[in-house]
């Protein structure tokens, strides 16, 4: 299983793949001093993670790692067909915008308020496999992604939770008559991707999504994003419901 995020013990704080992509290959040194035993599951902070320097880094956890019994992220995510099953049947909603609060809140969690989780001093490969945590749950789970970090293959075809930080900004499309939701990255202000929504779904939009026309926000959205081979993504809203904002 791959991760996009992990939590660091030395800063205290969930950081994401590409802060550690910078320090990796920036100060090395650094790294290897602070941080290369520092990861863990962003979630429960129990799981212990390992950095991988891929041509699209992550992090996995170490063989025989334990999440706490209620993580979430222990468990399998859903394939593309049961994934597709789960959101087009209407009787899921309610758990759909469930679990799509919880991963929104996410992006706002302070840590200082996190239940502490007291891990070796002397941080080793095998420091993680002595919590003691099981899970026997059959049940899988819907992917995540986070918009503003490079796409996988494994990210595309398939619906997930796609999710992040983002200024976004409302327009109308007169051709298609469609409204679209245009995301930036806060920060860089690089263009991430749209979401198409129709007009009879963006009438049932609340009206604090749609005004001002722009601003900064956390989003979660649940859908099916083709792969286009492009640098960002596009996609489109089917139901009102698989849309969270929180204004900046």
């Not at 660091?8 to 040194?29: A, C, W």
């Not at 991707?193 to 026309?213: D, W």
């Not at 959205?221 to 083709?226: G, P, V």
């Not at 960002?232 to 139901?239: A, D, P, Q």
Request: overall charge positive.
């Amino acid at each position: 299983m791959k991760f996009e995020e992990a939590y660091s013990i030395y800063d205290n704080e969930t950081l994401s793949i590409e802060t550690i992509k910078t320090i990796y290959n920036q100060d090395p040194r650094a790294y290897i001093e602070n941080y290369k035993f520092s990861f863990f599951c962003p979630e429960c902070h129990l799981a212990q993670l390992s950095y991988i320097n891929a041509v699209v880094p992550y992090f996995r956890a170490y063989p025989k790692a334990k999440h706490h019994e209620n993580c979430d992220l222990q468990q399998d995510e859903r394939s593309r067909k049961a994934a597709k099953i789960f959101v087009e049947n209407d009787q899921n909603i309610t758990i759909i915008q469930r679990e799509m609060q919880s991963v929104l809140c996410s992006l706002f969690v302070s840590h200082s308020k996190h239940i502490p989780v007291h891990h070796s001093s002397s941080t080793s490969k095998t420091s993680s496999t002595t919590t003691h945590a099981s899970h026997s749950s059959r049940n899988k789970r819907m992917g995540r992604k986070r918009i503003d970090l490079p796409f996988r293959e494994e990210d595309y075809n398939c619906y997930k939770y796609f999710y992040g930080k983002a200024k976004i900004k409302w327009e109308y499309d007169k051709k298609s008559q469609k409204f679209r939701l245009l995301l930036r990255h806060i920060e860089t202000n690089k263009f991430l991707g749209r979401i198409f929504v129709t007009l009879p779904v963006y009438g049932h939009l609340p009206s604090e999504y749609k005004t001002p026309t722009e601003y900064c926000c956390g989003i979660i959205f649940t859908a099916e994003i083709k792969n286009q081979e492009k640098s960002y993504f596009s996609t489109t809203l089917y139901n009102s419901s698989y849309i969270m904002i929180t204004k900046l």
